[in-house]
């Protein structure tokens, strides 16, 4: 690991995909592997300049799909190296094949996701259905709602992954354009501060010529489950590191998060939105419009979406009256026809004595804002389910319905 | 928190992330025996069978059943050629240690491998044209003295050579041991005549009655050509120094054929014949004695019984079923009559030592037998004349002294066949004579060219151990015999006794073959496979290639490679360094060595017994 040039800490204007480019420069990364598909590609292009520059020594490849790109952080990790890669969209579903092979052989490699709605056609806006689709796949997994955070959930991912305890591989996300493409301010930290918080990766049983060993043999069947038990461990042991990393991060840099929940007038809130990402940032100006105008509305934002905090939304949401769940994903044919944030809503509140009622909206699909007047008619409709006690129609399309 | 509580049992134990020792590593085998990438690969190395290794002149015997096998005659005939120059004659009178040492003896009978050699010879004796052409002229003259086994053998290798080879003969007929040593009923004189005949086809010049000491000396050979083969064979009779020995009626067994080869025979042979001796000469004079008019033959041996004698046990076997009697453990010590044999005195004798070629101890104070007889042919036998030859040139033994790749010091002037190896440790028989013609026909090649000759230091895997195949593919299945004319019958004529096989008999004795240690193209390790690791651009014999990309080395086409052709080495140790190679490897020199010449190296490399 190259010796991170002492830096003092400063606040930039940047987007979200240059936000998880210092992450990874701060990180200092050992190799990088780069394939194109926007939004995700300014966080390369901006990885690349560095490593011209002599700012970050890594070794910057460029693959000739993502399916080589995870190929490649998987063979880079395994040897010793910190790993970091990124896709958008259909570029993450054509790297599908490595992400259970990559958790299975514990290599905690990271990857920047800028959503991207799914083909066809083609469309470049934000939906979370690229990321979603892989979350059972043994990778942690939240979204960022601005580039801020999204800076620091990277150097967060990359301490709670690398730990001895924990060694799996994470998918660090953030909406295409909301966030990749909007710039704020950025507080980039002092060096020493990173070194402190972050340090070197060591994977226990590296690829190296002088102590052979292999990796991903060729199993017995029933050797499969042993592994598959110490990985779905792995995930679940997780869940007390990333308490603890994140109590460590507020204390290095000062900014502290909840690691699984961030709630938003929700004191005496009666109705409250479930989301995850930057539709947040829209959510809390609808909501604080409507408290002025005397409704009990408020918000739940999920950061870490895997490990799920079963629990935690179990007890959090059990307050409410009724919960409306901002999909941002697709979910065809499923629990509520709708998306497929619902399903892990309702299932963590089925053990609660006192369960809300859950609406799903299928809102900012496509990569839509969902703007203004679409959470006050969300917030219409929960309250009138609030005000009934019962729901008639579980899903709705928001802009599609009267 | 669905894993608390949960609990593996120690038999499932796995480290962290199933991640091991590396399987060239201690116990990198242990966790994942199906597949923790390959430790071995196989490798397809074909093995000597014993058959070729057993042939005096190294036969490709398993090449050519196979070849049979598949009705390929004519290759079978052309392969057979390579080493031999007349695979009819020695499909007739090999004593075939091929036989001898077929794996198929200790499993259930050995292949007929002398009666598909005769099939194919008797093929090539029909071609209007033989397969075998003169090599490429190149202007050296070569003599070659003796026209028997070895000079046959050496005359036409030099001739395929592209020498320009003369082979002086003293006798009016060429052919010298195959025609003066071999009775006619086995081996026909137009058979030999046919061979003959194609010596003179690869254009070589066979002058006879032309004999060296006497119209060719040892210096005419220096000057007139530019090097020179001596098989002159043995030509004098031993005899077994008794009193009276002398005597009319007393005749000595390999010129007593000879004269008869030769048409030149003037006996007339009494009723009463004994036969001196124990070895495969004797056998054919007791035989031919019958034939000449004899009525009753005994033969008289040192050895005490049948099994001790230096025969081959179905010539023995014949002979008693033509009716020859046997006397054991007796010596003769006189000849007794007045001026001619009446009778012969006989003492009690043995051995002296664990052969028989040690000598004989007589016990002279035991009473003497009287045995009547007309006539005695003594075949104990026979020395080299060589009263021509430079004295630094013979050994004691009597034989021609050479170097070790058959030459005479350092003179263009090679020497073999039987007047090189008697006593020399190997039996004497037409087939060592002919590879001995061989070997020193490529050895004078050599010097010609100016190369320096050097031993051989190929290591040779001969496959004797029936556990390096794996014999449940081979169903048991009995030898095919060959007609004999009935003894009655065939005891008085000259006709041949061996029947030869007919094609559907070649092909089913050839069938039996087990391939020992070669590709015979069975296909097994392209059906068992698991992945497509094996590929075949078509079904023939070592041309199969292993895809080691995506071998896991499994060892299934090894374990189930009949022939046991196949077989794993291990990888080379990460820590020494990887070699790659994306195709099979042979140690000894085959269609698989040509795979890739430059691995053939690596296997000494390898560890042994895996």
């Known amino acids: 690991m190259a010796m991170l040039a002492d830096v003092k800490k400063r606040t930039v204007r940047i987007n979200g995909c240059v936000a998880s480019a210092q992450a990874a420069k701060y990180a200092d990364v050992d190799v990088i592997a780069a394939y194109p598909i926007r939004p995700y590609t300014a966080t390369m292009m901006a990885l690349a300049q560095m490593v011209a520059n002599g700012e970050l020594d890594a070794e910057y490849i460029v693959a000739d799909s993502e399916h080589s790109q995870l190929s490649i952080a998987h063979g880079a990790a395994s040897s010793g190296a910190r790993v970091f890669t990124g896709s958008s969209g259909v570029g993450v579903q054509f790297a599908y094949e490595l992400y259970s092979p990559i958790s299975g052989s514990r290599m905690p490699v990271q990857m920047m996701i800028a959503d991207r709605t799914l083909d066809p056609p083609g469309d470049f806006g934000s939906e979370h259905t690229d990321a979603l689709s892989t979350r059972d796949m043994g990778w942690l997994m939240g979204w960022s709602c601005d580039a801020q955070e999204a800076f620091d959930n990277h150097l967060i991912a990359y301490r709670i992954g690398e730990d001895p305890r924990v060694l799996l591989p994470q998918m660090v996300c953030q909406d295409g354009f909301f966030v990749s493409h909007i710039t704020g301010d950025v507080e980039l930290p002092d060096t020493g501060q990173v070194k402190e918080f972050l340090p070197p990766y060591k994977h226990p049983y590296p690829l190296d010529p002088r102590h052979p060993v292999s990796h991903g043999p060729q199993i017995m069947p029933e050797q499969g489950p042993p592994l598959q038990l110490e990985r779905a461990r792995a995930m679940e042991e997780s869940m007390a590191v990333i308490e603890e990393v994140h109590d460590e991060f507020a204390k290095i840099f000062g900014r502290r998060y909840d690691p699984w929940i961030e709630e938003f007038m929700t004191d005496d809130a009666e109705v409250v939105f479930f989301l995850q990402g930057a539709h947040a940032v829209t959510a809390r100006y609808a909501i604080q419009h409507m408290r002025d105008r005397g409704l009990k509305v408020g918000m739940v934002r999920l950061r870490t979406i895997r490990p799920y905090p079963t629990d935690r939304v179990k007890d959090v949401l059990s307050k409410f009256k009724v919960v409306g769940v901002i999909e941002t994903n697709m979910g065809i044919g499923g629990v509520s026809s709708g998306g497929v944030l619902y399903a892990e809503v309702v299932a963590a509140l089925y053990e609660s004595q006192k369960r809300p009622l859950v609406l799903s909206f299928m809102a900012g699909m496509g990569g839509e804002a969902i703007v203004l007047k679409e959470f006050y008619w969300m917030t219409e409709k929960m309250m009138d389910v609030q005000k009934r006690g019962k729901i008639e129609k579980r899903t709705h399309w928001v802009g599609f319905e009267e | ?610």
């Open chain 2, 1 to 610: 928190m669905s894993t608390k509580g949960t609990h593996i049992p120690d038999r499932l134990k796995i480290p962290f992330a199933g991640i091991t020792p590396a399987p060239s590593q201690e116990k990198g085998q242990d966790l994942f025996p199906t597949g923790n990438w390959r430790s071995i690969r196989p490798v397809y190395r074909d093995k000597l069978p014993p058959c070729n290794n057993a042939c005096g002149t190294n036969e490709k015997i398993q090449g050519y059943l196979d070849l049979v096998k598949r009705g390929k005659y004519l290759d079978a005939y052309a392969l057979i050629k390579e080493d031999m120059p007349f695979p009819s004659v020695t499909g007739r009178v090999c004593y075939h240690p091929c036989e001898q040492a077929c794996n198929r003896g200790k499993y259930d009978e050995a292949i007929s491998i002398r009666a598909v050699e005769r099939f194919l010879g008797d093929l090539g004796q029909a071609l209007t044209h033989d397969v075998v052409k003169a090599g490429k002229s190149n202007g050296k003259k070569v003599a070659v003295v003796g026209s028997g086994p070895a000079g046959h053998s050496a005359a036409y290798q030099l001739a395929r050579l592209g020498y320009q080879v003369t082979i002086l003969e003293k006798s009016p007929k060429a052919g010298g041991l195959n025609r003066g040593g071999i009775p006619d009923w086995v081996l026909p004189a137009h058979v030999l005549d046919r061979e003959i005949e194609r010596l003179v086809e690869l254009g070589i010049t066979i002058k006879t009655n032309v004999e060296v000491g006497k119209d060719v000396t040892w210096d005419d050979l220096k000057k007139n050509y530019d090097a020179s083969v001596l098989a002159v064979g043995l030509t004098e009779p031993n005899s077994v120094r008794a009193e009276g020995e002398n005597k009319d009626g007393v005749l000595y067994g390999l010129p007593f054929l000879r004269d008869i080869g030769m048409g030149t025979s003037k006996v007339k042979l009494g009723a009463r014949v004994a036969v001196i001796g124990g070895g495969n000469t004797a056998i054919d004079c007791a035989r031919e004695a019958l034939r000449q008019g004899a009525v009753e033959v005994t033969m008289i041996t040192v050895e005490a019984s049948p099994e001790e004698m230096p025969a081959v046990p179905e010539d023995l076997h014949d002979m008693r079923e033509e009716g020859v009697e046997l006397l054991h453990g007796r010596a003769v010590t006189a000849v007794l009559g007045n001026g001619k044999i009446e009778a012969l005195q006989l003492h009690p004798a043995r051995f002296s030592g664990a052969i028989n070629a040690s000598p004989i101890t007589v016990d002279r104070e035991a009473p003497a037998e009287r045995f009547a007889v007309d006539n005695v042919i003594i075949a104990v036998g026979q020395r080299a004349s060589l009263k021509w030859l430079p004295d630094e040139f013979k050994t004691e033994r009597g034989t021609i002294k050479i170097d070790r790749f058959g030459r005479l010091g350092d003179t263009n002037i090679f020497a073999a066949g039987d007047v090189v190896q008697l006593g020399a440790g190997q039996p004497l028989m037409v087939v060592n004579a002919v590879g001995d013609g061989k070997r020193v026909a490529f050895n004078l090649d050599k010097v010609m060219r100016g190369e320096t000759l050097q031993p051989r230091t190929i290591a040779v895997d001969v496959i004797f151990d029936l556990n390096r195949m794996n014999m449940t593919y081979f169903p048991h299945f009995p030898r095919v015999q060959q007609d004999l004319l009935p003894p009655a019958s065939r005891k008085k004529t000259q006709d041949e006794v061996i029947q030869s096989f007919s094609e559907e008999q070649a092909i089913e004795e050839a069938s039996r073959c087990f391939s020992c240690g070669t590709c015979n193209a069975c296909d097994n390790c392209y059906l068992v496979c698991p992945e497509p690791c094996i590929a075949r651009p078509e079904r023939s014999n070592g041309m199969y290639k292993i895809l080691v990309d995506y071998c896991k080395g499994c060892r299934v086409c090894i374990e189930e490679c009949p022939t046991g052709c196949l077989e794993g080495v291990p990888e080379l140790d990460f820590d020494t360094g990887v070699v790659r190679m994306d195709t099979a490897f042979a140690i000894s020199p085959g269609l698989h060595g040509r795979q890739a010449e430059e691995l053939r190296n690596l296997g000494d490399r390898a560890a042994k017994n895996i």
